[in-house]
């Protein structure tokens, strides 16, 4: 088992209102192992950031501790207007405000970073590619030259409008190759809003289904961080994108199947997480599949379940069920100290077909990329840079999108 010092420290940058929904989950925690306090709420508008903190049980920690250590309110406006060229220029206005609450609140201290953020609005959807690309390119400290940036994406619901599709291609787009073609994020994990909220059960209570995301986006990060930790055979962040690097294929989603009954083979709990996908995708056109599975102490030390045994049932599985395109599988079993007597299953499937999820949204897109290259969308944000977003950064975001989906056709 992995010694302390070996664990991975995470830390959270959400920017955007949708994305400070997601990390706010966090502070509720009574102990978010990985993470710690490494939490950093960012919005253009004051107000989204109180409501954000607001939704927090107020019961569990000290708000205003939260207020003046871990939310940040950057940019010269008061929100961008669902404008995501806003979101990413004022990013660049208050760069070194960024900069610093990241150097001087503890986050640089981790290894890893986990952006969260919406791809349908403006700010964060905005401002997290471009804060990545600059980390990048241009770490603050030695430390952070060696930092892995990971981006948790939700993506718009079906029945939202054309600006939100467009924004969600484009910020898509964003994340994994920056406008000069180059790697962004070396993962880009996504869930659709749609496909993980069941609508019809929900009615139109858009709380309950904003909950419904953020609470599997959140065990899907919990499970994916506690592989660093306590696993028997050390599986860490830097191993899950080793091969996606290789490969050029580095989106990810992921399917859950949480407390399940121990007396379940685990062929049929792999069945459950296929089953549970946060995105429509065929895990059969998947490049990559890692499965993460968390069992009680007990079952490990009664050589109920090994690592050696994980891997050959998750091969079996994925021999039965015709996924002949994974070129890399990686089991890792993590043990929970816990009373209960259950079993959770994490498949993070990679490289996979895209065209299940763009279906919706790529026609919204192309209507509103047609209006942006003839010439420019604009806002009252533009004055910040003096000039209207160019119209070849757009044509560029839409090229570099195509570039990779055709890369990964084969």
Not at 189 to 210: K, Q, T
Not at 364 to 383: H, I, W, Y
Request: include cysteine; glycine fraction near 8%.
């Amino acid at each position: 088992m992995s010694q302390s010092d070996t664990y991975t420290r995470w830390a959270v940058l959400a920017s955007g209102e949708g994305g400070g929904r997601m990390a706010s989950t966090l502070f509720s925690r009574t102990e978010n192992p990985g993470i710690d306090d490494r939490v950093l709420v960012m919005n253009t508008n004051r107000a989204d950031i109180a409501n954000t903190i607001d939704r927090i049980e107020q019961n569990t920690i000290d708000i205003q501790d939260i207020r003046a250590d871990h939310t940040l309110e950057f940019g010269p406006l008061d929100g961008v207007g669902n404008y995501f060229p806003g979101g990413e220029q004022c990013a660049a206005v208050d760069e070194t405000r960024i900069t610093e609450a990241i150097t001087t609140g503890g986050v640089d201290e981790a290894d890893a970073f986990l952006y969260m953020t919406t791809l349908g609005g403006g700010t964060g959807n905005g401002s997290v590619p471009y804060i990545i690309d600059s980390l990048k390119n241009n770490p603050p400290t030695n430390a952070m030259r060696d930092v892995t940036h990971v981006a948790l994406a939700a993506w718009p619901y079906d029945f939202e409008g054309g600006q939100r599709h467009f924004n969600a291609v484009s910020g898509l787009s964003r994340l994994l190759r920056w406008y000069d073609g180059s790697q962004n994020a070396e993962m880009v994990l996504l869930i659709s809003n749609s496909h993980v909220s069941n609508d019809e059960e929900l009615g139109e209570d858009d709380e309950s289904r904003h909950e419904t995301v953020n609470r599997n986006a959140i065990e899907a990060v919990d499970m994916m961080i506690s592989a660093g930790r306590e696993t028997y055979s050390v599986v860490d962040v830097r191993d899950l994108i080793a091969w996606p690097r290789r490969l050029d294929e580095y989106h990810f989603t992921a399917g859950t199947a949480m407390e399940q009954p121990s007396i379940f083979e685990l062929e049929l709990l792999f069945d459950k997480a296929a089953n549970n996908l946060f995105i429509p995708m065929d895990p059969a056109t998947a490049k990559v599949v890692y499965a993460i599975v968390r069992v009680p102490q007990h079952a490990i030390d009664s050589g109920e379940y090994s690592e050696a045994g994980l891997e050959r049932r998750l091969q079996q599985w994925l021999a039965s069920n015709g996924m002949d395109n994974v070129v890399h599988q990686m089991p890792t079993l993590t043990p929970h100290q816990s009373r209960r007597d259950s079993i959770d299953v994490l498949l993070l499937f990679g490289g996979f077909d895209l065209d299940p999820l763009l279906d919706v949204s790529w026609s919204k897109f192309e209507r509103m990329m047609d209006e942006a290259t003839d010439s420019g969308l604009s806002s009252e944000v533009d004055s910040l840079e003096g000039e209207t977003f160019p119209p070849r950064r757009f044509r560029q975001i839409k090229q570099n999108l195509e570039d990779y989906l055709s890369d990964n056709s084969g």
